[in-house]
């Protein structure tokens, strides 16, 4: 398992790096898709939309954005890890938002993909994610 972590987390980082490409580089288990990139009425900042998909089981590694994630759960189940918060179930049409620097995690528990749509607000210029230890 540790294998995937380190794949996804480098997935997550090449994210940040990439973001402007219409397809991102794939890990085993995890999908994401650009869909939008936009400026918003905050200065210096930018909204991106993906969708992502996340294999029954994996993983999507600790991690941080530099700016708030709201996301919203199309199919499947999980968790959703927050540091120093309990566990987050979710589910198809269940929604969450991550406040700008919070460590967490997440993982697809049911027997099917987990599939949502990520919105992220961050700083136009930072990687979308960052790793955490």
């Given at each position: 398992m540790k294998a995937r972590q380190h794949i996804a987390?480098?997935?997550?980082?090449?994210?940040?790096?990439?973001?402007?490409?219409?397809?991102?580089?794939?890990?085993?288990?995890?999908?994401?898709?650009?869909?939008?990139?936009?400026?918003?009425?905050?200065?210096?900042?930018?909204?991106?939309?993906?969708?992502?998909?996340?294999?029954?089981?994996?993983?999507?590694?600790?991690?941080?954005?530099?700016?708030?994630?709201?996301?919203?759960?199309?199919?499947?189940?999980?968790?959703?890890?927050?540091?120093?918060?309990?566990?987050?179930?979710?589910?198809?049409?269940?929604?969450?938002?991550?406040?700008?620097?919070?460590?967490?995690?997440?993982?697809?528990?049911?027997?099917?993909?987990?599939?949502?749509?990520?919105?992220?607000?961050?700083?136009?210029?930072?990687?979308?994610?960052?790793?955490?230890?």
């Amino acid at each position: 398992m540790k294998a995937r972590q380190h794949i996804a987390m480098a997935l997550f980082c090449a994210f940040g790096m990439v973001a402007s490409t219409a397809a991102l580089a794939q890990a085993a288990g995890i999908k994401r898709e650009m869909v939008k990139k936009a400026d918003v009425s905050v200065p210096n900042h930018e909204a991106v939309v993906a969708r992502v998909e996340v294999a029954p089981g994996v993983l999507a590694g600790r991690h941080t954005h530099p700016g708030d994630e709201i996301s919203y759960v199309t199919e499947g189940e999980g968790e959703v890890l927050i540091d120093g918060e309990p566990p987050l179930k979710i589910k198809a049409g269940d929604a969450f938002v991550i406040p700008a620097g919070k460590i967490h995690d997440a993982k697809s528990t049911g027997s099917t993909p987990l599939k949502l749509v990520g919105t992220y607000i961050v700083e136009k210029g930072q990687p979308l994610a960052t790793p955490a230890k």
